[in-house]
């Protein structure tokens, strides 16, 4: 039975009696009746003899000195005697500042639209700060594989061509097709009005080779690979795993990181030129069944305004886009603190701001090479 007997005599000295036991399931009922005693009596000074206490959890310990809190708000002490040796060592183990700790997440309270502004670009002065560093500390990790290509976990770098390369084909080549069948569509309906259906084979080409294959390739890379590494370096954040290879000398950059962007450089150009393949085979499928276009005028059509030029700076804006996101998802990974919950964000953050960098690569690109050529 979870039953304690509590007996008090006296006015302004209140002497009280505690006996039985005194655990979770009655400890309310115990704080209802003590409480309802302090405001009858009134007492100067109270004190409660626990030498008949048979029993005390800590919820009893807890309440117990919630009460001397209690006593000590209305002007009163309240005092334990004769208590047995082990409550003692259960009231020990309470720490009385813990109590009175505000809790580990800060109230939440409205803010201003000022403040919240402020917030935004410190935190993304700080994150930009921290990318920045990472980057040149990867920059520095590759240059020294360069030089030192024994030190490259080679069968990593092929385990990550698989799953970010080969296993992505079907993926990319399907939206890539549907892209280029789109595209020749919409052409066709505005084209044909003029008298212009040859046109359509041009368009599809130049937006595929220079812009849409580069592009759309690094963002199903993005949201397929970038968040894969993001939350595998996460969860061994996480479950300290990083910690236990720096431990053992290992460099986390060069042991993780290093095959990943590896991988990335060699897969993403790859992907890049099975995507623009599918987005003009999509093309050339609208252009041969819809807009009675034969075969070879369409592959001539495309071609003709296409140079080598076109090809090599889509390429190199994939290699940009492959550090980019392989860098990124690494770098949000290692920023990782808590549990599973962080990995999630983590995972989020990595996609969202690979994208975002991939974008504004590109327009730097579109700029750059406009005054190139």
Request: glycine letters at 8%; hydrophobic letters at 50%; one cysteine or more.
């Amino acid at each position: 039975m979870e039953e304690y007997v509590l007996t008090s005599k006296g006015e302004a000295d209140v002497k009280a009696s505690l006996s039985g036991r005194l655990v979770i399931g009655n400890v309310a009922r115990f704080m209802e009746e003590m409480e309802r005693l302090f405001r009858e009596r009134r007492p100067i000074s109270m004190t409660c003899e626990l030498a008949g206490l048979a029993y005390l959890d800590s919820a009893g310990a807890l309440a117990l000195l919630k009460l001397q809190d209690s006593a000590k708000s209305r002007n009163f002490s309240l005092a334990y005697e004769n208590m047995s040796r082990e409550a003692g060592e259960i009231m020990d183990l309470i720490d009385r500042d813990a109590l009175v700790k505000p809790p580990l997440h800060e109230e939440m309270t409205s803010r201003s639209f000022t403040e919240r502004t402020g917030d935004g670009a410190v935190h993304f002065y700080h994150d930009l700060i921290n990318m920045l560093t990472f980057l040149g500390e990867l920059l520095v990790a590759i240059a020294y594989c360069i030089v030192h290509p024994g030190a490259v976990r080679w069968r990593d770098v092929l385990f990550y061509m698989q799953r970010a390369g080969a296993e992505a084909l079907p993926i990319v080549g399907l939206i890539s097709l549907l892209i280029g069948l789109i595209m020749a569509f919409m052409s066709s309906l505005q084209l044909k009005q003029f008298g212009a259906n040859i046109f359509v084979a041009s368009l599809v080409g130049i937006s595929i080779v220079q812009e849409l294959g580069p592009i759309m390739t690094a963002i199903i890379f993005s949201g397929r690979s970038g968040s894969a590494f993001a939350a595998e370096i996460a969860t061994m954040m996480v479950n300290e795993e990083v910690d236990a290879l720096a431990t053992m000398g290992f460099d986390p950059l060069r042991f993780l990181v290093i095959p990943k962007v590896l991988a990335a450089i060699i897969v993403v150009p790859v992907l890049t030129l099975y995507s623009m393949f599918f987005g003009i085979l999509g093309g050339l499928l609208v252009g041969v069944l819809g807009l009675d276009l034969t075969f070879y005028t369409y592959l001539q059509q495309t071609m003709k305004p296409l140079g080598v030029f076109d090809l090599a700076s889509s390429l190199v804006k994939s290699i940009v886009f492959a550090v980019l996101i392989a860098g990124i998802g690494c770098q949000r990974g290692f920023q990782v603190k808590g549990g599973a919950e962080a990995v999630g964000e983590a995972t989020t953050s990595a996609v969202v701001a690979a994208i975002f960098l991939v974008i504004v690569a590109d327009s730097a690109f579109v700029i750059v090479l406009q005054y190139i050529r």
